[in-house]
């Protein structure tokens, strides 16, 4: 082997050394500090309900409710961003829906974060949309996607929703607060 090849061979080991090190170093600080992040949320671990969670949210031609996810599943897990959302008319027929995040009429949107649900336990996201315009869609079913994939729920949702627009915050650990 000539002296070059001695060189990378040596900064090679170096490098792999330091890599182990610096692994088992975050590793033993993380069980230290026993903090271990839950796992992202599987398909079929979460339950989404609607829930005007003690208060009605009308006026204006707006309406609302609050959307509430609730961890069905035997661990905690964890959810972060927010809900993808669809909705269907009579006979679950897909109709034209654009999801707006952020404020809505009646909350501040308390961005995107990551929310721990340990078994039993829900997280929250305010749901508005208008209903006076003439682009009004008769709909009657909501797909929810907890997590934004493919695994969803279908929830009862019978309202007239102008232009198939909603409006959606972010998961929270409590019902979002009024804007």
Known sequence: MTIRGLRTAATVTAAVALAVGAGAGMASAAGAAGTVAAAACGPGTLKVTTTDAGSGQAGMNHEGTYLKVTNAGDSTCAISGYPGLALEGAGHTALKTTAHHGDTYFAKDPGAHRITLKPGKSAFADLV???A???????????????G????????????????????TAWAATPPGAS
């Open 129 to 131: 949309w208008s209903h």
């Open 133 to 147: 315009g003439p682009s009004s869609a008769q709909a009657k079913y909501l797909q929810v996607s907890p997590t």
């Open 149 to 168: 994939g493919n695994s969803h729920s279908v929830v009862a949702f019978d309202n007239a929703v102008d232009g198939g627009e909603l409006s959606v």
